[in-house]
């Protein structure tokens, strides 16, 4: 697994979410109604950002009550209805690592990005980690990610 760590400046992010609160394999069922509801609005193209944000941890929480919030990045205002909500991701410090990586291969990710976190001296804020997806795995010739793991530092 090739990493590219850097300290970056994440840009603000405005959001269309869905809340979810279960086990982590699931959130592909979420994703799928989020999509469900971008599609028809034009928000999904080659250009379209999904955001998974990591309201718990899964080392600290029980598996089927995890929080995690499924994430489209909006480039223009859109009304949102039902389960949709209007989340910000204010801009903040992250450590980020930018892989391309197989499903199986996040939670090495993650683990190897704190490990490289706390190597280096930084301590993690109180924002909650995220991802950023800038591809669809299922049209990857490998379907692998391509995503930013980001973890907010002090």
């Known amino acids: 697994m090739k990493t590219n760590t850097a300290i970056k400046q994440v840009e603000t992010l405005a959001l269309a979410a869905i809340s979810y609160k279960g086990k982590i394999e699931a959130i592909g069922g979420v994703y799928d109604r989020l999509v469900q509801w971008a599609a028809p609005k034009g928000l999904i193209n080659e250009r379209t950002k999904m ?65 490289w976190m706390l190597k280096h001296g930084y301590q993690k804020s109180t924002i909650a980690p995220f991802e950023i997806y800038y591809n669809n795995a299922q049209e990857h ?10 973890i907010p530092i002090l």
């Open 51 to 115: 955001v998974t944000i990591y309201h718990d941890s899964p080392k600290t929480t029980d598996p089927s009550a995890l929080r995690i919030s499924a994430c489209i990045v909006l480039n223009k205002p859109i009304p949102v209805e039902g389960e949709i909500t209007r989340r910000t991701l204010e801009s903040t410090k992250c450590l980020v690592s930018s892989l391309e990586i197989t499903p199986v291969e996040f939670q090495q990710a993650w683990e190897a990005s704190f490990a």
């Open 141 to 150: 010739p490998e379907n692998k990610f391509i995503v930013d793991l980001c």
